[in-house]
């Protein structure tokens, strides 16, 4: 063995029932230094136990047999030792029933299960170097901001107040963005129903009376080089060209309306003086001043269209979250400026006053603003009034028309991106931040909020989604403590979102690099650059250590300390592999640490049990998978491989973004070879789940099983 291990087997949480002699067996062939049990290592006496037996015997390595390693991690964290956990509890004591019939075998199979699980937590610790990191050297913690509405001007001021200076570039003569034109705001406090005078002015004042930020207004980005604690930011002023180190970057660019040329012609928005969007709408009433129609005379009769063209295949297809409490806030300010006898009428498709919001709702309904839940089909000439809008009433399934003076068109938000150039990032995957389908900045939308795929670089406020001034805030808030999460964790060569802390770094054999760059293009991160030759080059602290480079390898080139190709190769290859006459197959699971090996824990907590042929090995990220895996369980005799992870396409759930897709590409090409070698390519399946999905696990796993009973044994087994 490569390090002098301690093997710990708890024996509480009625982990005494399991057969300790097969884990002290396995131990004892692997040459551990120590093997001892206790009844609860994860105890004050557990730890000191182990403690006191580092510094006795000079152990390097410690294996915890005990319960998931998802659990207690603060526990087993000892200082310059390599650590692995072994799920006894949940792969064996909690998922797997002995006296279930259905298994002539039942200590067979036990015994085998425990001893399979121990040997690979040893053969991971035996191949395992202890990770040490990769600093940066001189790392620059100064924060960017790219934008100076109320998004960058929250980011700004809450990374200076946490001790940090701060560069804020804003591309116009002045802060504040959309604010400044707002003259009233959306509640956000108890009770929700006033609307707040702006506060913009003293946002702005305290940005620019704060020593820790350095304001640049008229100027945009010439360009971001580098990675995270060592980029380089060019920023393009009137009068030339600023070059500044910062460490992370938060993307404040906000929101414009979007295009009005393609509102629908019947709207007859730009023909007609008496449509307008919502916006100039706002700008009208902001003036403070009675609104007028265009002849002069006092406007009494308002309608409201709400979720223009977000069922129209040519328009806007998603809703913008924000517009109808814009609405309900433009209804009560033109109440109060033109009285309450005006009269107001919304025509909606769905409204969306979530949460507190509704109480708004509410409230504009008491006051008798009137809705009316359908479309404008058509507008002519009134007899009174200068318009005649006509639309039917889906609750009422009838045909409505009255006249108005106005018809305020809502439209909607997208995000300010793409054709400003905004970032300009020197990355070989483009200058901008990878999109979504409406060109919102991609991230795990549901886990990690104000991520992107370039490490280091937060999207914040109506950027990244949709949102109010209030959320913009908080928004904000949590993207600079992101940003000051990246400075901090390059600054130690660690990890960040989802691996947050791993020291581990890919590490290249460019020896026997072919340059075939597929490293460099699957890469969700930008982790990696290109030589004039094509020869990958790192930048260590953009990778998030998923090792999606390792899976895409064809030469098998690239590894980590504490996770590499032979080391899941050898795990695989330590199985017990029972003889094709014992009739007891086996099947290897291989699954993602992220929501599928947090299901099978809930599935064990649960105590729902799993097939005893089935044996477990996580990898970091499926587009970790490299094939010669595949080939190496077959060649072992495994009988079926089963690929778990996260759900792929539009709404992916996948912590490192295209893992799942990658590996089911590749498993697409397998069972072409699976053919030629005459074996049945059903003995491969790709299955997506989510963590929520625990309950049906066992029961994958049985339908999959029975399509192998339909099989002979594999031939390989000898």
């Given at each position: 063995?490569?390090?002098?291990?301690?093997?710990?087997?708890?024996?509480?949480?009625?982990?005494?029932?399991?057969?300790?002699?097969?884990?002290?067996?396995?131990?004892?062939?692997?040459?551990?230094?120590?093997?001892?049990?206790?009844?609860?290592?994860?105890?004050?006496?557990?730890?000191?136990?182990?403690?006191?037996?580092?510094?006795?015997?000079?152990?390097?390595?410690?294996?915890?047999?005990?319960?998931?390693?998802?659990?207690?991690?603060?526990?087993?964290?000892?200082?310059?030792?390599?650590?692995?956990?072994?799920?006894?509890?949940?792969?064996?004591?909690?998922?797997?029933?002995?006296?279930?019939?259905?298994?002539?075998?039942?200590?067979?199979?036990?015994?085998?299960?425990?001893?399979?699980?121990?040997?690979?937590?040893?053969?991971?610790?035996?191949?395992?170097?202890?990770?040490?990191?990769?600093?940066?050297?001189?790392?620059?913690?100064?924060?960017?901001?790219?934008?100076?509405?109320?998004?960058?001007?929250?980011?700004?001021?809450?990374?200076?107040?946490?001790?940090?200076?701060?560069?804020?570039?804003?591309?116009?003569?002045?802060?504040?963005?959309?604010?400044?034109?707002?003259?009233?705001?959306?509640?956000?406090?108890?009770?929700?129903?006033?609307?707040?005078?702006?506060?913009?002015?003293?946002?702005?004042?305290?940005?620019?009376?704060?020593?820790?930020?350095?304001?640049?207004?008229?100027?945009?980005?010439?360009?971001?080089?580098?990675?995270?604690?060592?980029?380089?930011?060019?920023?393009?002023?009137?009068?030339?060209?600023?070059?500044?180190?910062?460490?992370?970057?938060?993307?404040?660019?906000?929101?414009?309306?979007?295009?009005?040329?393609?509102?629908?012609?019947?709207?007859?928005?730009?023909?007609?003086?008496?449509?307008?969007?919502?916006?100039?709408?706002?700008?009208?009433?902001?003036?403070?001043?009675?609104?007028?129609?265009?002849?002069?005379?006092?406007?009494?009769?308002?309608?409201?269209?709400?979720?223009?063209?977000?069922?129209?295949?040519?328009?806007?297809?998603?809703?913008?979250?924000?517009?109808?409490?814009?609405?309900?806030?433009?209804?009560?300010?033109?109440?109060?400026?033109?009285?309450?006898?005006?009269?107001?009428?919304?025509?909606?498709?769905?409204?969306?006053?979530?949460?507190?919001?509704?109480?708004?709702?509410?409230?504009?309904?008491?006051?008798?603003?009137?809705?009316?839940?359908?479309?404008?089909?058509?507008?002519?000439?009134?007899?009174?009034?200068?318009?005649?809008?006509?639309?039917?009433?889906?609750?009422?399934?009838?045909?409505?028309?009255?006249?108005?003076?106005?018809?305020?068109?809502?439209?909607?938000?997208?995000?300010?991106?793409?054709?400003?150039?905004?970032?300009?990032?020197?990355?070989?995957?483009?200058?901008?931040?990878?999109?979504?389908?409406?060109?919102?900045?991609?991230?795990?939308?549901?886990?990690?909020?104000?991520?992107?795929?370039?490490?280091?670089?937060?999207?914040?406020?109506?950027?990244?989604?949709?949102?109010?001034?209030?959320?913009?805030?908080?928004?904000?808030?949590?993207?600079?403590?992101?940003?000051?999460?990246?400075?901090?964790?390059?600054?130690?060569?660690?990890?960040?979102?989802?691996?947050?802390?791993?020291?581990?770094?890919?590490?290249?054999?460019?020896?026997?690099?072919?340059?075939?760059?597929?490293?460099?293009?699957?890469?969700?991160?930008?982790?990696?650059?290109?030589?004039?030759?094509?020869?990958?080059?790192?930048?260590?602290?953009?990778?998030?250590?998923?090792?999606?480079?390792?899976?895409?390898?064809?030469?098998?080139?690239?590894?980590?300390?504490?996770?590499?190709?032979?080391?899941?190769?050898?795990?695989?290859?330590?199985?017990?592999?029972?003889?094709?006459?014992?009739?007891?197959?086996?099947?290897?699971?291989?699954?993602?640490?992220?929501?599928?090996?947090?299901?099978?824990?809930?599935?064990?907590?649960?105590?729902?049990?799993?097939?005893?042929?089935?044996?477990?090995?996580?990898?970091?990220?499926?587009?970790?998978?490299?094939?010669?895996?595949?080939?190496?369980?077959?060649?072992?005799?495994?009988?079926?491989?089963?690929?778990?992870?996260?759900?792929?396409?539009?709404?992916?759930?996948?912590?490192?973004?295209?893992?799942?897709?990658?590996?089911?590409?590749?498993?697409?090409?397998?069972?072409?070879?699976?053919?030629?070698?005459?074996?049945?390519?059903?003995?491969?399946?790709?299955?997506?789940?989510?963590i929520t999905d625990y309950n049906k696990l066992p029961a994958m796993m049985d339908d999959f099983l029975e399509k192998l009973q339909e099989f002979d044994p594999n031939p390989y087994k000898d």
């Open positions: 063995m490569a390090h002098k291990t301690g093997c710990y087997i708890c024996t509480g949480c009625g982990l005494d029932a399991l057969p300790m002699d097969a884990i002290t067996g396995v131990a004892s062939k692997k040459n551990c230094a120590v093997v001892k049990d206790h009844e609860k290592l994860c105890s004050k006496e557990g730890q000191e136990l182990i403690k006191a037996d580092i510094e006795a015997e000079g152990l390097e390595a410690i294996c915890i047999c005990a319960c998931t390693g998802r659990e207690h991690t603060d526990k087993f964290e000892f200082p310059g030792k390599l650590v692995e956990r072994v799920a006894l509890r949940e792969r064996a004591l909690w998922s797997y029933d002995p006296e279930d019939d259905t298994y002539d075998e039942a200590e067979d199979c036990m015994e085998q299960l425990v001893g399979d699980y121990v040997r690979f937590g040893l053969v991971k610790l035996e191949l395992s170097t202890l990770p040490l990191g990769q600093p940066v050297e001189e790392p620059c913690k100064t924060i960017l901001v790219v934008g100076g509405g109320i998004t960058g001007l929250t980011a700004a001021q809450d990374a200076a107040n946490a001790g940090y200076d701060v560069v804020l570039v804003e591309k116009a003569d002045t802060l504040g963005g959309w604010a400044l034109r707002f003259k009233k705001n959306i509640p956000r406090n108890p009770p929700y129903v006033d609307y707040l005078e702006p506060d913009i002015q003293e946002k702005i004042a305290k940005v620019e009376g704060n020593d820790r930020i350095k304001v640049f207004l008229n100027s945009t980005m010439g360009a971001i080089a580098g990675m995270p604690g060592k980029y380089e930011a060019t920023i393009k002023k009137a009068d030339g060209e600023e070059v500044l180190p910062v460490g992370a970057v938060v993307q404040a660019t906000g929101w414009k309306t979007y295009d009005t040329a393609k509102l629908n012609p019947a709207l007859q928005y730009g023909e007609n003086p008496g449509v307008m969007t919502n916006i100039e709408f706002e700008d009208l009433l902001s003036k403070g001043e009675k609104v007028v129609r265009p002849d002069g005379k006092p406007v009494e009769n308002v309608i409201f269209l709400q979720g223009t063209g977000s069922d129209e295949e040519d328009y806007l297809p998603y809703c913008s979250n924000v517009t109808d409490m814009v609405m309900l806030k433009q209804a009560a300010m033109f109440r109060e400026l033109n009285g309450e006898e005006t009269n107001v009428h919304v025509f909606y498709k769905d409204m969306r006053t979530p949460g507190h919001y509704e109480l708004m709702y509410k409230k504009a309904q008491k006051e008798n603003v009137i809705f009316i839940r359908g479309g404008v089909e058509e507008i002519g000439e009134g007899d009174e009034r200068p318009m005649m809008v006509s639309g039917m009433d889906k609750l009422l399934n009838e045909p409505v028309s009255m006249e108005c003076d106005l018809l305020v068109v809502a439209t909607g938000l997208v995000p300010q991106v793409v054709e400003e150039n905004a970032l300009n990032l020197k990355y070989r995957q483009g200058p901008e931040l990878p999109q979504r389908d409406f060109g919102f900045p991609n991230s795990h939308f549901i886990c990690f909020p104000y991520e992107t795929q370039r490490t280091g670089i937060y999207a914040a406020g109506a950027v990244r989604s949709p949102m109010d001034m209030g959320q913009a805030c908080d928004d904000a808030s949590g993207a600079a403590l992101k940003a000051i999460q990246a400075v901090e964790a390059a600054a130690k060569g660690m990890a960040v979102h989802p691996r947050v802390g791993d020291l581990t770094l890919p590490d290249f054999a460019l020896q026997r690099c072919t340059q075939c760059k597929r490293c460099t293009e699957e890469c969700p991160f930008g982790a990696l650059d290109e030589d004039e030759k094509g020869t990958p080059k790192p930048n260590p602290t953009r990778c998030r250590r998923c090792g999606t480079c390792m899976g895409a390898c064809p030469e098998r080139i690239i590894s980590f300390e504490n996770y590499s190709v032979r080391m899941i190769g050898d795990m695989i290859k330590s199985m017990s592999m029972p003889d094709e006459f014992d009739e007891m197959p086996r099947i290897l699971v291989l699954c993602c640490e992220n929501d599928a090996l947090p299901a099978m824990d809930m599935a064990a907590a649960n105590r729902i049990k799993f097939n005893p042929y089935v044996r477990m090995i996580t990898l970091r990220c499926l587009g970790s998978l490299n094939l010669v895996w595949i080939a190496d369980a077959l060649s072992c005799g495994v009988d079926g491989i089963y690929v778990i992870g996260c759900k792929f396409g539009d709404d992916y759930q996948c912590h490192f973004v295209k893992g799942s897709e990658l590996a089911n590409t590749r498993l697409e090409k397998v069972s072409e070879t699976l053919e030629r070698l005459l074996l049945e390519p059903e003995r491969i399946r790709f299955d997506e789940v989510s």
